[in-house]
Every structure is written in structure tokens, then in C-alpha cells.
């Protein structure tokens, strides 16, 4: 079987670790536009690797690539996947993205049905574990009224503002505040401003956290819609974080609209971001927390269950949290699919699928646990008979 890994940046390289320190009966191709990147998760132990610098913005290229190919994991982004989708629908390869894809991709479940191949996108930790973990919570539960989801990549010991934005990624995080996301209000989709408002949020075990709207359901918008009355996804952060935020988009440094600056254009956010990459800090330790509250009925009865998923920096492997987290949740649905566990399925697949049947959901929260995430469930009835 051979497996085209596209992209191996921190995601990639977590996802190819799982693979190396499981399969011996694979061949991993691992393309990737830069060459120390895909040197570095080829000479991982399979034993067969081979590595292809390319310009993932050539289809040409792409397809020559893809060729051959068993199953692509992406874990690139959208400006890029929609090539690899493309081909993949006329080549017939499964596909796994362990990075969000285009909305307009969901359109193509009759192009992969037609293969009688997968599309399985969402499949990093938010959204991604988080969507196989709603989809359990749909399954078990007559009704469900709200699914709260908070999850944050933080840094294990530093706790100030530039500290929390580099062991993100400033410019993913100057994206999503710059625009409107989206939740679930009363069963339709409905945009809000992330900012307009803070949460205080207790996290069981873990700590309070200031929490603001995100973008992070996923396909979430479109299978929860009209099935609960209200879902979201809440980035936390350490206390103070938020403020800081708030001050930098006030100034203006969120904005792409250059100025003229002594005769030079200059676009704030370049600035900022710049500035941002003069002083980042790397290899900083950090953990992931991901913490989904849900309200529904059983039986008639209400009840509130909670999900706590963590993972900190793996010293052994030198993966950080988010890259071990998000990359070991896209090989778990993998080992699935090797396994012809997914033989059920055609066409696009979201996670939430999957996550609602139980021997599936238990094999990849199984696994992850063995590999050390942290796992723990709670739930309780609110009301009598």
C-alpha cells in the first residue's frame, strides 16, 4: 500500500512518527515544497520512503505525484487541497485531511461515491477529534439542546500574550480575528464578531480560562444544523490574553488595507506580523486542551456530559502537543482505514460519522490514550423521572 503524505511541517512530520513507529508493510511518499521538510519525514524508519520537493501550486505536478497513490493525507492548506481534491476524484485515491478543507469540496461525496472511495476531511484536533467526539455525543443522546466546544494550544510555563500567540500561529490567529466566524444559534448558522464577547470558562482539572468565539465546527455547520439549537467552538486563553487582542485589532494592526507611510506602502498586518517574526520564540512547551460540554436528554431525562482531552509536549518523540495531537488523530483514522474498519463508507465522510458508531470512536480514543493523550468523561442527569 502506498501512502502520499502532502505537507511535512509539524503536522505532517507528527502524522509520518505514527506511521513509522507502527507500520512496517506501507511505503509513505512525502511531498512537500521544501526540501529540508520532506528530508526530515522521509528519513523517519519505514521501509520504504521516498521524498518529492514539488510546487504544490501546479496541478501538473500534483498529479505526477499523486500517482499510484493508495491514500493522500493532507495536511496543507486550503489554498492548496483543492488541486489535490480535484485529482483525486479523477484518479479515484481515498483522501484524508488532517487540515480544514474548502466548503465547496463537501460537493464532491457524489464524485468520490462514483470511485467508491472516501473523503474524510477534518480529521486534526479542532475540528477534527473534536467532531468524532460530537458525533459520539449525538449517538448516545436522544436530544441534544447545546454543544459548547473550548480548545486551546497554550504554552505549559510562560503565560504572557507573546508567548500564547507563538505557540499558535500569529497569522492563523490575525485571520480569525480580523473576520466574523461562525456558530450555531437556535438551529441556523449565524456569524459573530470573536471579540464582541468574553468568557469566563472552568475547566475541571485544568484551570479558569478566558474563552472567545472561534471558527472550529467544521462540517459541524452543516450535520448539526437544525439538530441542536446551539453549538460553537470557544478559543481559550491564559487571563489578560484577550484584552491584548482587543488593543492590537483597535489599532488597526489586523488590517490588510495598506497605508502610506512616507511614500511606501505599507499593509499593518505585514507590519505586525513581521514584527511578530522578529521576536518569535520556538520550541516553546506547550499543551492542548480541548473541552466539550454538551446538554441533551435520555429517556426524557436532561443531561450534561463532559469530555476533557489533553496533551502536552512529548519530550520522548520531540512533538509538540498541537502537531502530536492533530497528527495522531489523522493516522488514527487512517489505521482504520487500513484496516478496512471503514469498508461502510463512501463518498465525503465527517468525523462526526464515524465518531457515532462506537467500535469506531473507542478503536481511535483507544489509540491515542496509548499514546499518551489524556482522556477523561463525565456525565449526569439533571432532573428525575
Known sequence: MRITLIGCGDVGYAFAYALAEERTDVELRVVDESYPRAVKC????????EFIVVNLSQEADIARVLKGSDIIVNTVSQSFISKVLKLATQMCIDVISASPIPESALALDNQFRACK?????????????????????????????????????????DRDSLSQIFIQSPSNIVEEYSSQVRIIEDGNVKSVDPLAVTDII??????????????????????????????????????????????????????AKPLDINGAKVSPRDFLLRLLKLRERRDVPDMTVLYIRAIGSIDKRRRVIQYLIQSVYDSQRKLSARSKIAGFTAYAILRLKISDRLRDFVGVVPPEVIGMRESLFTEVISWLVL??????????????R
Do not use: C, M, Q
Request: without cysteine; glycine residues 12%.
Open 371 to 384: 499514546k499518551g493523550v489524556y482522556l477523561d468523561v463525565k456525565g449526569e442527569f439533571l432532573n428525575h
Open 42 to 49: 522521509s528519513s523517519l524508519p519505514l521501509p520504504s520512503t
Open 202 to 255: 472552568d475547566i475541571p482539572g485544568v484551570g479558569r480560562f478566558e474563552a472567545t468565539y472561534g471558527e472550529g465546527l467544521g462540517t459541524l455547520l452543516y450535520t448539526l444544523r437544525g439538530k441542536v439549537k446551539r453549538a460553537f467552538k470557544k478559543t481559550i486563553w491564559y487571563a489578560g490574553h484577550v484584552e491584548a487582542l482587543k488593543v492590537l485589532r483597535e489599532l488597526g494592526l489586523f488590517s
Open 117 to 157: 472511495s472516501v473523503l474524510i476531511p477534518d480529521t486534526g484536533f479542532v475540528p477534527g477529534l473534536s467532531n468524532l467526539i460530537v458525533g459520539r455525543i449525538l449517538a448516545i443522546h436522544d436530544a441534544i439542546d447545546e454543544i459548547g466546544i473550548y480548545a486551546g494550544v497554550l504554552p505549559l510555563s
